[in-house]
């Protein structure tokens, strides 16, 4: 069993509404919560960094993390077809090393 | 901006070649690192590395091997390609402090 879960997608939402993503974990070590966009033939890049349970808001998008679950997910209100992407979520175990979801593709329609 | 660069972009080789994959970053970091990416399977650590001269093995270190002679440079080296070293490499770095990684554009590899 992978360590943290996500769903590869594709998802597919129109231009304007709210992009719902989740990753699931199993160890309760992991510290720090993030998650990464990717665009084609590109690197990934840091969108959302947090490390406690709740909510946290940048713009148009809210990370949330629920430890007692082992659940955090990524909301994106008012999506645009810019946000057409990979996004991986990451989290830190204990040892300092990033563990990846395998990454849900997000296809926004205009 | 910290800018980590991959010193190419698609990379074509011979089944038996010696492959060099440079990565470079320019924000002093201490902390560097090599991935592949490949679809469903995500990307899956290679090696690491916290300092110069310094290596520890990933996830998947078969078939590679790493160099950090200097602070800013972390090589990636394929001893002896084969076709199911086909795949995207990154190159993330990090400070000491943590927050997160910043990643190359990739290095997609082709063994022929």
């Known amino acids: 069993q992978k360590e943290v879960e996500q769903d590869p997608g594709p998802l597919s939402v129109p231009e304007g509404a709210i992009v719902s993503l989740n990753c699931t974990y199993s160890?309760?070590?992991?510290?720090?919560f993030m998650w990464y966009r990717q665009y084609s033939r590109k690197g990934p890049e840091l969108l959302m960094y947090?490390?406690?349970?709740g909510n946290k808001e940048d713009g148009r998008f809210t990370a949330q993390v629920d430890k007692s679950s082992k659940y955090i997910s990524l909301f994106i209100r008012d999506s645009q077809p810019s946000d057409s992407a990979t996004y991986l979520c990451?989290?830190?175990?204990?040892?300092?090393?990033?563990?990846f979801g395998a990454g849900t593709q997000v296809v926004v329609t205009p | 901006d910290v800018k980590v660069t991959q010193s190419s972009r698609y990379l074509v080789k011979r089944t038996g070649e010696k492959v060099f994959l440079e990565c470079v970053q320019d924000m002093d970091h201490e902390n560097m690192f090599w991935y592949r990416q490949d679809p469903g399977l995500g990307l899956r650590l290679i090696y690491f590395s916290y300092d110069v001269k310094m290596k520890e093995k990933g996830d998947i270190p078969e078939g590679y091997s790493v160099s950090r002679e200097k602070k800013e440079r972390f090589s990636l080296i394929l001893e002896s390609a084969s076709t199911n070293q086909t795949s995207m490499y990154l190159c993330?770095?990090?400070?000491?402090?943590?927050?997160?990684?910043?990643f190359g554009s990739g290095t997609r590899l082709t063994v022929v």
């Open positions: 990451a989290l830190t175990d204990s040892w300092g090393k990033l563990q």
């Open positions: 947090t490390y406690s349970s």
């Open positions: 160890n309760s070590a992991f510290q720090y």
């Open positions: 993330a770095s990090e400070g000491q402090g943590g927050n997160g990684y910043t």
